[in-house]
C-alpha cells in the first residue's frame, strides 16, 4: 500500500485568554476529531511552540493517506470548536506546505 499524502494537524493544548496562558481540556473534542477523520493509522506529537512571543504546548497528529479530505474535516472541526480552543487561526502542513486560516 502506498499512501501519498501527509497531513500534520496542529492542535493546540493552550488558549491565551486575558493576557495568560491558559491550558484547554479537549481529550473529548479530540476523539471526535479522529473519529472524522477515518485514518487507519496516525500518530502524534507533543510539541512546544511559539507565536507572537508566546511559549506553549502543541499536539501534531501526523496522517498518511489518500483521502484528499482531511483538510476539509480538521477545518470543520476546528471551526465548530473555536469556542473551547478560542484561537486567531489553525493551522495545518499538507506535503510539506504549512497552510494557516485565519478565524477572526
Known amino acids: 500500500m502506498i499512501l501519498n499524502e501527509k497531513y500534520v494537524l496542529h ?9 495568560c496562558l491558559e491550558e484547554l ?12 477523520l477515518d485514518c487507519e493509522s496516525f500518530y502524534t506529537s ?5 507565536y507572537k512571543s508566546r511559549c506553549f504546548d502543541e499536539m501534531l497528529i501526523t496522517v498518511f493517506t489518500n483521502d ?3 483538510a476539509k474535516v480538521f477545518g470543520e472541526w ?19 506546505v504549512l497552510v494557516i486560516e485565519k478565524l477572526r
Open 11 to 19: 492542535i493546540p493544548l493552550f488558549r491565551h485568554r486575558d493576557g
Open 25 to 36: 481540556e479537549i481529550d473529548e473534542l479530540l476523539d471526535g476529531l479522529i473519529e472524522n
Open 46 to 50: 507533543r510539541v512546544v511552540s511559539y
Open 68 to 70: 484528499d479530505e482531511v
Open 78 to 96: 476546528f471551526r465548530a470548536n473555536n469556542h473551547v480552543l478560542g484561537q486567531e487561526a489553525f493551522s495545518y502542513e499538507h506535503n510539506h
